[in-house]
Each structure stands twice: as structure tokens, then as C-alpha cells.
């Protein structure tokens, strides 16, 4: 979910801490990350994600098992470090993925501790696990970042391999709580860039009372390389980036629908 490079996380004591009994599977983090929320934060990228999006730049993220093992304690650890530039900034600590929500006690967990150390707290999500498990999760969450991939049912699950109901249904509770969200559209050409696609997505979108912008962002193959090294096939390969009048085009629809976009 972020196009920035991944700082190892080999520093991270690999077994789990005695003091407490939550522990969950990480691929890395990202110590000044910019892009994923307001200010410089701390971003933790989680391992595990059930979609299988056809322009995912982390593919390595898929594997559940995969990762490392890290305790909550490890990494408040670790963030208090980065305190006073996040403080500066306006900035905070951000989970992503892979899909957070599916380990949703230790993220919980983690943005609970944020929340006693007034860190400010952001999820990235898809929205599509199980909306009962991730409810508490919420609870410490400051912003949210939704990823709607598409609107179109057809075009979302030849898209990511699952069905977009599930996001919708999340992007509604999050309305029903006031939940502060930003909406993430990735605009791929020939793909999501359908502009009956766009326009209901839009009107979807317009009726969410607590989304506070909406970003498009322009297809990237920066993480093609990923999918040749895991051998898996790359149907996008010869997909090139939406041009700016694309790009426009698409923002506008959204701007005249009353959104403000980025």
C-alpha cells in the first residue's frame, strides 16, 4: 500500500516478549514515511492479505505465515524513538499491510498503546475482513484510510479476487461512527478507469458524510520486479501508467460530485 522502500526489520527481537500474551506477524516498517497519512510517521507494514490485487506493489505480503514476530512492547519500543519528529509534524504511526485487519488484537493492541502515549493513529485497509472482528480495532483509530478499488462488482473481484461488498459495508460503519477516512482509488487504464465505474463510485462515495478526501493515485509497475522474483504471473505487465489528462478526467468526476481530492 506504499510505494516507499521498506527499512529491514531484522533489528526486532524475533521471539516473543514474556510480558505479554499478543504477538503478531510483520513484514517491515518504515520510520519517516510520508505518504501514509498526515506528517512523518512511523508505518508499520503487517504481513497476510486475502486479496490478491492484480497491481499490488507487495505481493511478498500475501503469505500470512510469512514475516517476522514481534510483541507490541517491541514496537512502542521502537516508535518512542521517532517521537519528536512524528511531534513536529503532525504526524504519527500508521499500520498497513498486507491487511491489518486480519491480526486485529495486536493492532489493537498497538494503537492502544499509541493512544496512552498521545500518538496519533492511522489504519490502512481494504476493509474487507470481518467487520464484527475489526469493530474494536476502531476504537483507538484517529483516521482511516480506505482502499476502494473499485466500484464495479465485476471489475472488483476480476480486480483483487474478492467481492467489494464487504469494503462497502466497512466504508458505511465508518460513516455510522463519524470515523475521519480518507478514500484510496488506485486509477489503473483499461481497468478501474471506466468512467460509469468512476461516476458511481463517486455517488457512493458523496453520501459518506465523515470522508475527509480522496486520493487517486496513478498506477505504478514499481513493484513488478517482486512478482517475476516470487514467479508469479504479472497480468499487468504491459499496463503504463494513466497519463495526467487521465488522471485529471477521473479527479474531476469526483470533484463535481462535491469530494475534495488530492
Known sequence: MNTSIYESPNRFVQTVSQ???????????ETCGTVDGPGIRFVIFTQGCLLRCLYC?????????????????????EIEKYRSYMQ?????????????????EFVREIFRRCKELQIHTA????????????????????????????FDPKT???????????????????RDINKPTW???????????????VTKLAEFISKLTNIEKLEVL??????????????YH?????????????????????????????
Open 57 to 77: 506493489h507487495n505481493p511478498d505480503t500475501r503469505d500470512t505465515a510469512g514475516g517476522i514476530t514481534v510483541t507490541p512492547e517491541e514496537l512502542i519500543a
Open 218 to 231: 496513478p498506477f505504478h509497475k514499481l513493484g513488478e520486479y517482486k512478482w517475476h522474483q516470487l514467479k
Open 156 to 174: 472488483y473481484l476480476h480486480l483483487t479476487g474478492v467481492s467489494v461488498e464487504p469494503t462497502l459495508r466497512f466504508a458505511e460503519y465508518l
Open 234 to 262: 504479472y497480468e499487468l505487465e504491459n499496463t503504463q501508467p494513466p497519463t495526467p489528462e487521465q488522471i485529471q478526467k477521473v479527479q474531476e468526476i469526483f470533484i463535481v460530485h462535491g469530494i475534495q481530492v488530492q
Open 88 to 104: 513536529f509534524s503532525g504526524g504519527g504511526v500508521t499500520i498497513s499491510g498486507g491487511e491489518p485487519l486480519l491480526q486485529p
Open 183 to 197: 478514500i484510496r482509488f488506485v486509477l489503473v487504464p483499461n481497468l478501474t478507469d471506466d468512467l460509469e465505474n
Open 123 to 150: 489504519l490502512d485497509t481494504s476493509g474487507f475482513p470481518d467487520l464484527t472482528a475489526s469493530k474494536p480495532v476502531l476504537e483507538f483509530v484517529d483516521l482511516v484510510l480506505l482502499d476502494i478499488k473499485s
Open 19 to 29: 510480558s505479554s500474551h499478543i504477538s503478531g506477524h510483520i513484514h517491515s516498517v
